[in-house]
């Protein structure tokens, strides 16, 4: 509304200083409106993106190696910032954020917790680490190597479902009964992490769970009164609700403001064997003075990627789960933004633009690979805004901070029982999220009960047996044996595929399975129509006049011609999707017409 009024304006300017003058005011209004929300988008992805390094770190051998931590924090922001762009830019083409998936985590951790790929007791101790040591950095740096070679192999897979238009194929063999147990292992596997990093200090992680949770629950619904500006009401105050848009955020700032607070006053022990000593904020404090200010990241950093089929298999579970999630992003984040459901086309294009974004994960080294980020999908429901010029710049503001290296070293001196408190909340909501699913299928059904009852206990069960008897795995062959205990080990791989093996093999009808359910909410119910090419074609007609060609149009990924449709035709379109109720929180017309640069 803020854009309609200056065009308005300009039409109807006036000669003289003053017009001059608001006009000015009235931009830079605007402006500061575009940077409040491109700021929104790139906290609220802040919390998942950085929560994956610090995860990683303890199973590189890296617990006591900072330095190293910060560069590993700014190579994934500078990646997620890379692959936000080629997303918008060229892959679905809506204002989507892309960044590290917790989905590759619990396959990663199963690879590193393999005997050959465990770390020396040594580096667990502070004062034995020497970082600069050749010997030290090549115990880390052959880790991440494996994992790089890893990510990239099994990237070509995503790459190849997206763009030859096989993701249509999975999805239809992959329900609410195969995603709830695969989404909810997940975050039960991560328990671990969370009970470490908690335990150093319960009374801080405590105090960061409790300010996440009043902030996102409690304070949810309270707005804070933000200054713009309208035709009608001149400058005035909006209501944002920021406490919905930026709980994590503000939790974690508060929670070390008081640790360094009783830090300063010496409230927290200073005896390095005391209980509490982790919640002190100077123990990483020499970490910014060593990093450096600029630091450019680069593929194959830490050296030539290895690979091996234990790695590949393992994070191929990863993938297919981050496959099957992204879709339903997709749609959320066309809902959402008022832009007609995603074609078919955009969604394989949209897959594997994904996978050439973990292909960049792997070369550059992160540890991990990326993926849609779905709570910037519901903070475009909060902000109204779903312009991609914000994710854009969102995108562009990720890569600036990757480029800073003392702004990954401020991030790793954040107490480590102020990250455990972030972990119980949020590795508890990627576990409800996954059972949420359940609301599609007939849950009163005995036959559904015990798929999911089965396939979640036997997520548990058999990975914590094999962690416990690593040598019960014997086939003769050492890469087979790999293989095996690396997926037996991933409770995601094993939940999801008892929940995919069993919804497709015992009879149910497809209401009791929740595919009907399914399949309306995430199927394009607009498929049929020419959409306004605008919204999922290529940026600035790139590709346009050959996509028309006949024979081209049977490219998965390719847009199909719509060089037929009248202006009345594009006007109809718009008034179905909005009879449709698709636009009943953003402008539609903006975001149709919204350029991506």
Known sequence: SETFCVTNMQKNKKSGRGQIVFHTTVYIYIYIYIYIYIYIHYLTAFGGILAIPLILSRELCLEHDTLTQSHLISTIFFVSGICTLLQVTLGVRLPILQGGTFAFLTPTLAVLSMPEWKCPAWTSNASLVNTSDPEYIEIWQTRIRELQGSIMVASCFQIFVGFSGLIGLLMSFIGPLTIAPTISLIGLSLFDSAGNDAGKHWGIAAMTTFLIVLFSQYLRHLPVPLPTYSKTKKFHFTQVYIFQILPVLLG??????????????????????????????????????????????YPGQWGKPTVSAAGVFGILAGVVSSMVESVGDYHACARLSGAPPPPKHAINRG?????????????????????????????????????????????????????????????????????????????GVITAAGISNLQYTDMNSSRNIFIFGFSMFCGLVIPNWVIKNPSSVETGVVELDQVITVLLTTGMFVGGFFGFVLDNTIPGSAQERGILTWKKIHEDDLDEILVPSDVYDFPFRIGSQPCFASWIRFIPFCPKSNHGNSKKDHADILETVKENDINKNVNLTQAVHDTPL
């Not at 005391?274 to 450096?292: C, E, F, H, M, S």
């Open 351 to 427: 897959i594997g633009i994904e996978g050439i974004g973990c292909l960049l994960a792997g070369a550059w080294g992160t540890g991990n690979g990326t993926t849609s980020y779905s709570e910037n999908v519901g903070a475009l429901g909060i902000t109204k805004v779903g312009s991609r010029i914000v994710i854009v710049a969102s995108g562009f503001l990720m890569i600036i901070m990757g480029l800073f290296g003392k702004i990954g070293a401020i991030f790793t001196t954040i107490p480590t029982p102020v990250i455990g408190g972030m972990f119980l909340v949020m590795f």
């Open 252 to 297: 974690i700032t508060m929670s070390w403001l008081i640790c360094y607070i009783l830090t300063e006053y010496n409230v927290l022990t200073s005896d390095p064997q005391a209980y509490g000593y982790q919640a002190r904020t100077d123990l990483k404090r020499n970490v910014i003075g060593r990093a450096p200010w600029f630091r450019f990241p």
